[in-house]
């Protein structure tokens, strides 16, 4: 049976698309390599639709990507008519519109765990987004941390409304960076041997001064560990990072090529909606150290989990993760470990909430 489906790619256009955008860019991705008769069509302001880059179908919100969220509130600018399915990727909608079938994705309650992590705005706009949310049983809620779903329950949604849905760590087309053009990289500023690599933003839940701290500690008693390199973009907030070397943004293929080549990644954020770079990491097969609040790999026996607020505990972690095994069987394990999160698995879930 053929189904025409609209997804919200808005998020592609803003400042700090974070983790959303790749989730975007993997859903449509994984849609697209299902053997399934699905018209998809992309819904956003012109500035997301310019970055999208993929061959689906576009349809424009004709307004600036400010003020979609408080529109797609109360109207479903923008969505074409008939189609089956409309599918929010954020809590920004869209909302408002009578279709056959309503869903929107729901990452974290990050404005309640972090509140000091956002701004006053930003959290009274999440916060009435969830209350409406809560309120419109007739829209199914996709969410994508396993750690989500007993807290939704606990605030009144019943079961029936939530679908869990895999996020995807799988690249197509993508080829890591081959070693020289890592280590050109890490030369040019300065690191030479081995390393120790935090991927993602760079912002105060992230708990980079902590990260630092515990580093500086464990490498300490353990050189192995070789500097801490960050890699990504700023994010929002003023977050320290010490004496460690800061990359800045790298290309997809040098990403993938400092995970492999990385000796530990760690990842020790004080709260996290996923966390996808413990994931990425693992199936490049080395070593993590992730904080017990990350959702994307809680139940992963192949991570050292540590306490985020406790700089002894990371510290500890990191030395314990140098001694874990590095030969091809411990690699090929870790991998295993999260081998279900393809972007295909995402289409697929997201199939079975919208049917």
Same mark, same amino acid.
Request: hydrophobic share 45%; no cysteine.
């Given at each position: 049976m053929s189904r025409s489906v609209v997804v919200s790619v808005d998020q592609l256009s803003r400042p700090q698309p974070g983790g959303?955008?790749?989730?975007?860019? $993997?859903?449509?991705?994984?849609?697209?390599?299902?053997?399934?008769?699905?018209?998809?069509?992309?819904?956003?302001?012109?500035?997301?639709?310019?970055?999208?880059?993929?061959?689906?179908?576009?349809?424009?919100?004709?307004?600036? +990507? @400010?003020?979609?969220?408080?529109?797609?509130?109360? @109207?479903?600018?923008?969505?074409?008519?008939?189609?089956?399915?409309?599918?929010?990727?954020?809590?920004?909608?869209?909302?408002?519109?009578? !279709?056959?079938?309503?869903?929107?994705?729901?990452?974290?309650?990050?404005?309640?765990?972090?509140?000091?992590?956002?701004?006053? @705005?930003?959290?009274?706009? !999440?916060?009435n987004r969830l209350q409406y949310l809560l309120r419109r049983d007739d829209i199914r809620l996709l969410t994508s941390s396993p750690l989500l779903p007993p807290r939704l329950e606990a605030l009144?949604? #019943?079961?029936?409304?939530?679908?869990?849905?895999?996020?995807?760590?799988?690249? +197509? %087309?993508?080829?890591?960076?081959?070693?020289?053009?890592?280590? !050109?990289?890490?030369?040019?500023?300065?690191?030479? $041997?081995?390393?120790?690599?935090?991927?993602?933003?760079?912002?105060?839940?992230?708990?980079?001064? +902590?990260?630092?701290a515990a580093h500086r500690l464990a490498r300490a008693q353990e050189p192995a560990l070789g500097p801490l390199v960050f890699v990504g973009p #700023?994010?929002? %907030?003023?977050?320290?990072?010490? #004496?460690?070397?800061?990359?800045?943004?790298?290309?997809?293929?040098?990403?993938? $090529?400092?995970?492999?080549?990385?000796?530990?990644?760690?990842?020790?954020?004080?709260a996290e909606g996923f966390g996808l770079p413990p994931v990425e990491a693992l199936r490049a097969g080395t070593r993590v150290v992730a904080s017990t609040t990350c959702p994307s790999v809680a139940t992963n026996l192949e991570v050292v989990r540590v306490d985020p607020l406790d700089v002894d505990a990371i510290a500890d972690g990191l030395v314990t993760a140098v001694h874990l095994h590095t030969d091809e069987h411990a690699a090929l394990r870790r991998q295993a470990s999260v081998a279900d999160l393809t972007w295909r698995n995402c289409a697929l879930d997201h199939l079975a909430a919208w049917s």
């Open positions: 959303i955008a790749s989730y975007v860019r $993997g859903l449509l991705r994984g849609l697209s390599e299902l053997d399934e008769d699905i018209a998809v069509t992309a819904l956003g302001p012109e500035s997301a639709l310019t970055l999208l880059g993929e061959p689906v179908a576009r349809a424009l919100v004709p307004v600036s +990507a @400010r003020l979609t969220p408080q529109i797609w509130r109360y @109207r479903a600018l923008g969505v074409p008519r008939g189609v089956d399915v409309v599918h929010a990727t954020s809590m920004a909608g869209p909302f408002g519109g009578a !279709h056959q079938r309503q869903t929107v994705a729901l990452h974290d309650l990050l404005w309640r765990d972090e509140p000091q992590a956002t701004t006053a @705005r930003g959290a009274r706009f !999440h916060e009144g949604v #019943d079961p029936s409304r939530i679908f869990p849905i895999r996020l995807g760590v799988d690249d +197509a %087309g993508v080829i890591p960076a081959p070693s020289p053009a890592v280590h !050109h990289l890490l030369a040019t500023a300065g690191v030479r $041997g081995p390393f120790t690599l935090h991927a993602g933003t760079r912002e105060p839940r992230k708990n980079t001064a +902590a990260l630092v #700023d994010g929002w %907030g003023a977050a320290p990072t010490g #004496d460690a070397v800061v990359l800045g943004a790298v290309s997809r293929e040098l990403l993938l $090529g400092l995970y492999r080549e990385a000796t530990i990644v760690a990842y020790v954020p004080r």
